[in-house]
């Protein structure tokens, strides 16, 4: 089969064709600039096509990259008929949907009740899932949800400690995101370190522009570090993660700031580039603490140390850890970020093997023989995982 997966955004659109024997993608890509002018970078066998086309809105993106996907020059099917279903990413799939499923009027009438609780992204993955189905009708879709895997969270780890009807009124909980990241790397770690997943202790870390930490035991999530928005948790690129709510009231009356606007600043202002001064890329902050940038290491020591309390906590959550797990672009490919987190983790039994810590970007035991505890780089990759469940679904 091939699955076409979707990644639509409020401005941008990402993806990719795979094959379901292989598991590989067949073509990669992005629009970017949506509602501005547009742009649509295609990636086929390493090569690099970029179209400077005009993409007013994402109905006539979603046909570009048809065009793209079929074009004689550089495409890589010959009709769209070659398309057996679509899988794609939503991010809020609330309380309501606690598995991937085939997209109907339904489903579409659920994902839109979940708009108040992702408004920046839930219409944008709706907008994306109703131009597909107008441009490809009578092609199988399924929705594969951010938030799903963490539906098995008990509600000791799920509720906020505030007044009972803000749940019973808006379902204001904690729901989680990266889902799909945490699910599959999870699962693989497992098979990677031969644990029964349906018995192990797992905590996987999630580090990326955004970042959150799992705690994964018998297969299951039981608690994570984003909630009820991706803004809670660690400190991340650009993300406060968690602060004193307090500090809201006190810069808005210092400042006199709207809501937004300190939402804004927590959001897009926070975290390491806030911290630093320097960028919410790790990147750059490494260059930075290499020239003795003071801000820098001070910023990227806040960022590890959060990871550490958290793994900590769901150590303490599960009453025990077998393998804790990096992923996603700093998990996957910082050797530093992994070592400074671990060095904080003798208490688990845990030791870190310098020269198995020493790879980029791909799966990995960097733990010792004897340490008590596996530490292990897996590369996550949710679109495989949209694709794996848009073929279980309708294969
Ligand atoms: P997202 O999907 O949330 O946008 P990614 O998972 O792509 O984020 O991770 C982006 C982060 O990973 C950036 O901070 C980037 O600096 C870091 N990163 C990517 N590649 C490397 C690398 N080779 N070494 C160190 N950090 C890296």
């Known amino acids: 089969m091939k699955v076409l997966v979707i990644n639509c955004g409020s401005s941008s659109l990402k993806y990719q064709l795979i094959d379901s024997v292989t598991e590989q993608a067949v073509a990669t890509g992005i629009c970017e600039r949506i509602g501005i002018d547009g742009r649509l970078v295609h990636k086929v066998n390493g090569e690099k096509i970029t179209l400077d086309i005009a993409l007013p809105e994402h109905e006539t993106a979603i046909g570009a990259v048809l065009d793209a996907l079929t074009n004689k020059e550089y495409g ?7 398309i057996d279903a679509v899988g794609h990413r939503v991010v809020h799939g609330g309380e309501h949907f606690t598995k991937s499923v085939v997209i109907d009027d339904e489903v579409i009438r659920g994902i839109e009740a979940c708009s108040d609780l992702a408004p920046l992204h839930n219409p944008a993955n709706l907008i994306g899932i109703n131009a597909c189905r107008k441009l490809m009708p009578g092609v199988p879709m399924v929705a594969v949800f951010d938030t799903a895997f963490h539906q098995t969270m008990p509600h000791k780890a799920y509720t906020y ?146 990871v550490v309390k958290y793994i900590g906590a769901y150590t303490a959550a599960m009453n025990g850890v077998d393998a804790i797990v990096f992923t996603a672009g700093l998990g996957e490919n910082d050797k530093i970020i992994r070592n400074s987190i671990c060095q904080y983790l003798g208490y688990l039994g845990i030791t870190i093997d310098q020269d198995k810590n020493n790879v980029r970007g791909v799966e990995a035991i960097v733990s010792t023989d004897d340490s008590k505890v596996k530490v292990m780089a897996i590369p996550t990759n949710e679109e495989l995982a949209i694709a794996r469940d848009t073929v279980a679904l309708v294969g």
């Not at 890589?76 to 070659?82: D, F, G, P």
């Open 161 to 306: 400690a505030i007044p009972k009807e803000y749940y019973e009124n808006y379902k204001i909980r904690r729901y989680g995101f990266h889902g799909t990241s945490h699910s599959f790397v999870s699962k693989r770690a497992a098979e990677v370190a031969g644990l029964d997943y349906n018995n192990s202790k797992i905590i996987v870390c999630h580090l990326g522009n955004g970042a959150s930490v799992t705690a994964v035991m018998n297969g299951k999530s039981v608690d994570t570090s984003m909630g009820l928005t991706p803004l809670e948790g660690l400190a991340m690129g650009t993300r406060s993660g968690d602060i004193d709510p307090a500090i809201v009231e006190f810069i808005a009356k210092k400042e006199n700031k709207t809501i937004d606007e300190i939402m804004n600043i927590l959001n897009k202002k926070s975290g390491v580039y806030g911290m630093s001064g320097v960028s919410s890329d790790f990147r750059d902050l490494e260059n930075a603490v290499n020239e003795g940038n003071q801000f820098a290491i001070d910023a990227t020591e806040v960022f590890v140390y959060k």
């Open 76 to 82: 890589v099917i010959a009709s769209l008929n070659e």
